[in-house]
């Protein structure tokens, strides 16, 4: 008889059910620590230590995974945040800049997470290579705000990508093209974990490559990684010693998320004196964003509660706009020290998110990830600020793509700013239907990008092509049906119009 068959039989004649999955538990995670073993004896010597840091980092969160009892939150448990635990951002500016901004700026580094493909945009390699204005990528956008802060300033302040295996390489063929540019560029990357079987819950991997039938085996585990794998480069300890103290980390596909002095300031120079070791820039919900997580209160501590962690029965709670007002942009100041201090006693408590997902073969497999706003609880003395939204313009769709790229934004020094000539500050609501899905078929179908600076609200379904200096007003909604197809003419003006059926501009 087996030992498993051994302690299940124990198991079960004592008191029942937990046990017994104490049992499981505890074989499951010895089956998953021997399938690491054998996947890293096939690493080459140079890649070893750091293959065994990814699959402990691994490890602990498989085991935390197994403890865990479900997404769900104690709803019960969940208040508002009292009032001075999120400040309105006038009230920050309000404190003004001191004399010595560039002593305070030489305090900073600024991280992209920079981990993801453009994919979801039809688009091969790194998002951050997109090009979004002018010729000009999310990458060049933010190297030129950067050393615009540099040269105004006369500081330091250098910028950090956090890459993963799929961006790596792509990204840092590119950086030799700011070799020339007044920032110091570091990179770094976020783990790489192994994708578990839904079924067997073990690696799908065999060994550490990840080509051939290996390449789907890994995935970067989300962007709470970035605590551990910061601390694991050296730069955690390396900016310390240059005695930087905050981080400033934001998506790099959000193009609101530039460096703020006047946040900056109130960290550096805190009011009542004691220092803030997070703080989470949210804004106001629209109904767009009802999906997005929210700051609460929760025994004593803020906290970021996501979609995923709600009990079904209170989903549409958490959705409300007049409840939950605000949600978290995902730009996040964090003290180094504080970092450092938590993940030295591994005191950085995330939530999992178990992400499912089916491989080409139609293999169904789970990724466990975090999210590096849900670490707020713990730090000391966090801090929410409400910031105005155009502090949150991010590029996930071509629908965001071409807001952007329109003249409703002005761009200088790599900042986008709302145009002067717009009469209110509210940005339209665009939805391109699938053929424009694709950042090609997108560009192919736009001549030029139209006038939006009157735009409402703008609605595209279908086989639609726009010619050159068309000019969009109030709510424009153009409906090809399947088999037609629309050309928008050269410099027509669609205010408050619905287009549907066929029209076709043909030359002659």
Same mark, same amino acid.
């Given at each position: 008889?087996?030992?498993?068959?051994?302690?299940?039989?124990?198991?079960?004649?004592?008191?029942?059910?937990?046990?017994?999955?104490?049992?499981?538990? *505890?074989?499951?995670?010895?089956?998953?620590?021997?399938?690491?073993?054998?996947?890293?004896?096939?690493? &080459?010597?140079?890649?070893?230590? !750091?293959?065994?840091? #990814?699959?402990?980092?691994?490890?602990?969160?498989?085991?935390?995974?197994?403890?865990?009892?479900?997404?769900?939150?104690?709803?019960?448990?969940?208040?508002?945040?009292?009032?001075?635990?999120? *400040?309105?951002?006038?009230?920050?500016?309000?404190?003004?800049?001191?004399?010595?901004?560039?002593?305070?700026?030489?305090?900073?580094?600024?991280?992209?997470?920079?981990?993801?493909?453009?994919?979801?945009?039809?688009?091969?390699?790194?998002?951050?290579?997109?090009? @979004?204005?002018?010729?000009?990528?999310?990458?060049?956008?933010?190297?030129?705000?950067?050393?615009?802060?540099?040269?105004?300033?006369?500081? #330091?302040?250098?910028?950090?990508?956090?890459?993963?295996?799929?961006?790596?390489?792509?990204?840092?063929?590119?950086? *030799?093209?700011?070799?020339?540019?007044?920032?110091?560029?570091?990179?770094?990357?976020?783990?790489?974990?192994?994708?578990?079987?839904?079924?067997?819950?073990?690696?799908?991997?065999?060994? %550490?490559?990840?080509?051939?039938?290996?390449?789907?085996?890994?995935?970067?585990?989300? !962007?709470?990684?970035?605590?551990?794998?910061?601390?694991?480069?050296?730069?955690?300890?390396?900016?310390?010693?240059?005695?930087?103290?905050?981080?400033?980390?934001?998506?790099? #596909?959000?193009?609101?998320?530039?460096? /703020?002095?006047?946040?900056?300031? !109130?960290?550096?120079?805190?009011?009542?004196?004691?220092?803030?070791?997070?703080?989470?820039?949210?804004?106001?919900?629209?109904?767009? /964003?009802?999906?997005?997580?929210?700051?609460?209160?929760?025994?004593?501590?803020?906290?970021? @509660?996501?979609?995923?962690?709600?009990?079904?029965?209170?989903?549409?709670?958490?959705?409300?706009?007049?409840?939950?007002?605000?949600?978290?942009?995902?730009?996040?100041?964090?003290?180094?020290?504080?970092?450092?201090?938590?993940?030295? *006693?591994?005191?950085? #408590?995330?939530?999992?998110?178990? +992400? $499912?997902?089916?491989?080409?073969?139609?293999?169904? %497999?789970?990724?466990?990830?975090?999210?590096?706003?849900?670490?707020?609880?713990?730090?000391?003395?966090?801090?929410?600020?409400?910031? $105005?939204?155009?502090?949150?313009? &991010?590029?996930?769709?071509?629908?965001?793509?071409?807001? @952007?790229?329109? +003249?409703?934004?002005?761009? +200088?020094?790599?900042?986008?700013?709302?145009?002067?000539?717009?009469?209110?500050?509210? @940005?339209?609501?665009?939805?391109?239907?699938?053929?424009?899905?694709?950042?090609? /078929?997108?560009?192919?179908?736009?001549?030029?990008?139209? /006038?939006?600076?009157?735009?409402? !609200?703008?609605?595209?379904?279908?086989?639609?092509?726009?010619?050159?200096?068309?000019?969009?007003?109030?709510?424009?909604?153009?409906?090809? +049906?399947?088999?037609?197809?629309?050309?928008?003419? &050269?410099?027509?003006?669609?205010?408050?119009?619905?287009?549907?059926?066929?029209?076709?501009?043909?030359?002659?």
């Amino acid at each position: 008889m087996s030992r498993f068959v051994q302690d299940l039989s124990k198991a079960m004649s004592q008191d029942g059910a937990s046990q017994f999955q104490e049992v499981i538990r *505890q074989e499951l995670e010895l089956s998953v620590k021997k399938e690491l073993e054998k996947i890293l004896t096939t690493a &080459p010597s140079h890649e070893f230590e !750091h293959t065994k840091k #990814d699959l402990d980092g691994f490890r602990k969160l498989f085991h935390r995974f197994l403890q865990e009892k479900g997404p769900s939150v104690d709803w019960g448990k969940i208040q508002k945040p009292p009032e001075d635990s999120i *400040q309105p951002y006038e009230k920050i500016k309000a404190r003004g800049l001191p004399d010595n901004i560039s002593s305070v700026l030489n305090k900073l580094v600024v991280v992209k997470l920079n981990g993801g493909l453009g994919t979801s945009m039809g688009c091969k390699g790194p998002k951050s290579l997109i090009g @979004v204005r002018n010729e000009n990528t999310f990458l060049d956008l933010t190297v030129q705000q950067i050393e615009h802060l540099n040269k105004t300033y006369n500081t #330091d302040v250098p910028l950090v990508l956090m890459n993963s295996f799929n961006t790596d390489e792509d990204t840092k063929k590119i950086l *030799q093209k700011y070799n020339h540019c007044r920032v110091k560029i570091y990179t770094f990357n976020q783990s790489r974990y192994p994708r578990i079987n839904k079924e067997s819950l073990l690696p799908v991997a065999k060994n %550490v490559s990840f080509s051939g039938e290996n390449t789907e085996a890994w995935y970067p585990p989300g !962007h709470g990684d970035i605590y551990a794998s910061f601390y694991n480069s050296g730069l955690l300890d390396t900016f310390i010693g240059e005695g930087k103290e905050y981080i400033f980390v934001s998506n790099i #596909d959000n193009l609101g998320a530039t460096v /703020d002095l006047y946040i900056l300031n !109130h960290l550096m120079n805190p009011p009542n004196g004691k220092p803030c070791e997070f703080v989470m820039e949210v804004t106001n919900k629209t109904r767009a /964003d009802v999906k997005g997580g929210t700051l609460t209160q929760y025994e004593g501590k803020l906290r970021l @509660v996501e979609i995923a962690q709600v009990p079904k029965a209170h989903v549409d709670e958490f959705k409300s706009v007049s409840k939950f007002k605000i949600f978290n942009t995902n730009n996040l100041w964090i003290s180094l020290t504080a970092v450092k201090r938590l993940q030295e *006693q591994n005191a950085i #408590d995330m939530e999992i998110i178990v +992400n $499912p997902k089916t491989l080409d073969g139609g293999l169904n %497999v789970i990724q466990l990830e975090t999210a590096v706003g849900a670490a707020i609880k713990s730090f000391e003395n966090s801090l929410g600020i409400n910031v $105005p939204r155009s502090r949150f313009l &991010p590029v996930k769709t071509t629908s965001d793509l071409l807001l @952007v790229m329109s +003249n409703l934004y002005s761009l +200088n020094a790599g900042s986008l700013t709302m145009s002067e000539k717009r009469e209110f500050p509210t @940005v339209p609501l665009v939805k391109l239907g699938s053929s424009f899905t694709k950042v090609q /078929d997108y560009l192919r179908r736009f001549e030029s990008i139209p /006038d939006m600076l009157e735009l409402d !609200h703008l609605t595209v379904s279908g086989d639609v092509t726009f010619g050159k200096n068309v000019s969009l007003k109030g709510t424009v909604i153009i409906i090809a +049906n399947h088999g037609d197809r629309i050309d928008i003419p &050269p410099g027509a003006v669609l205010e408050n119009k619905i287009v549907s059926g066929n029209l076709r501009i043909l030359d002659h």
